[in-house]
């Protein structure tokens, strides 16, 4: 198995800096979320799931987009990013006014 390079830290801040501009612009899925999240730790799916109290399982099928992970699950995910689940509008090239529903 080849060896994985952790990302430095100058690399994790420019990481970082990306993903936070990603979430606030709403272009990011829960997997890519997850999966820019364990990559930003330099750790391996097993190693990430363990430091945040997850299985690898989960960690696994969410960022292949397959699993159906629980809140709780996210939120401890997202938690070390200072995140957590809530609910998110939908982002429409021609927003709706309130009052035209």
Request: aromatic letters at 4%; zero cysteines.
């Amino acid at each position: 198995m080849p060896r994985r390079n952790r990302p430095t830290r100058d690399e994790q801040n420019a990481l970082r800096l990306a993903f936070y501009e990603r979430i606030d612009r709403g272009d990011m899925t829960i997997s890519e979320a997850v999966k820019a999240m364990r990559e930003m730790t330099g750790l391996t799916q097993a190693e990430f799931a363990a430091h945040r109290g997850v299985s690898r399982r989960v960690v696994q099928d969410t960022e292949r987009g397959t699993g159906n992970p629980t809140v709780d699950s996210l939120d401890s995910i997202a938690r070390l990013f200072g995140l957590r689940v809530g609910f998110v509008p939908i982002r429409r090239k021609n927003p709706v006014s309130p009052s035209s529903s």
